[in-house]
């Protein structure tokens, strides 16, 4: 039996699709080409006709960039976002201490579902007296506050505090959100979602 197998070509900075690329698929064992490709208009590179119980490995001849995948990774696309994606419910709202909690980025920031990642700016200011300690919001993708990827630390006094930072998703394409607040909704917040992987 035969099957086929593809990739998705892009510039990781523009990710824009790469056209005209020239590919070959080779057998793990014992190593032979076995099938070239050159990607279309999509960026799509695909090989057909291939021996279904073997396993095998793709590379790209990007100029200056020789691609090397496994077949069973897909590499990711990133989307970039010239106007971020925002949400009425992360648009400055005022939040009380929670533990961590999903966000469902598909319904609540329009994101595409099963995406991977996203770029992320967090924004949050707390009205404690200025100076008090241990005050965050935090974003993870693994319902784990201690493996939070962006922390934003406020002390207080309503000013704001912001970072940005890759935020991975998790098996849905979700996040997760933890806030340590000085008490019941003094902890004010902003998201935006500045692009994505798929």
């Excluded at 490709?37 to 590179?45: C, E, F, P, Q, V």
């Excluded at 999903?102 to 924004?123: C, E, M, T």
């Excluded at 100076?131 to 000013?159: E, I, P, Q």
Aim: proline residues 5%.
């Amino acid at each position: 039996m035969t099957r086929s197998i593809s990739h998705y070509l892009y510039d990781p900075i523009t990710g824009k699709a790469l056209t005209g690329v020239r590919g070959e698929a080779f057998r793990m064992d014992p190593g032979a080409s076995v099938a070239t490709a050159t990607s279309d208009n999509d960026g799509l590179l695909q090989f057909t006709g291939l021996t279904d119980s073997l396993q095998h490995k793709v590379m790209a001849y990007v100029p200056g960039d020789i691609r090397v995948f496994d077949e069973r990774t897909t590499p990711s696309q990133f989307v970039a976002l010239t106007t971020p994606l925002t949400s009425t419910s992360w648009d400055g709202d005022p939040y009380s201490p929670a533990g961590s909690t999903l966000i469902d980025l598909s319904a609540v920031f329009a994101v595409p579902a099963g995406v991977k990642a996203v770029l992320a700016r967090l924004q949050a200011r707390d009205s404690a007296v200025w100076g008090t300690s241990d005050l965050y919001v935090a974003l993870n993708g693994a319902n784990d506050v201690a493996k939070s990827s962006l922390v934003v630390r406020t002390f207080g006094g309503d000013v704001w505090a912001d970072n940005s930072s890759v935020v991975p998703c998790n098996s849905d394409g979700d996040i997760y959100y933890a806030v340590n607040a000085s008490g019941a909704s003094t902890m004010d917040v902003y998201i935006w979602i500045h692009g994505y992987w798929i």
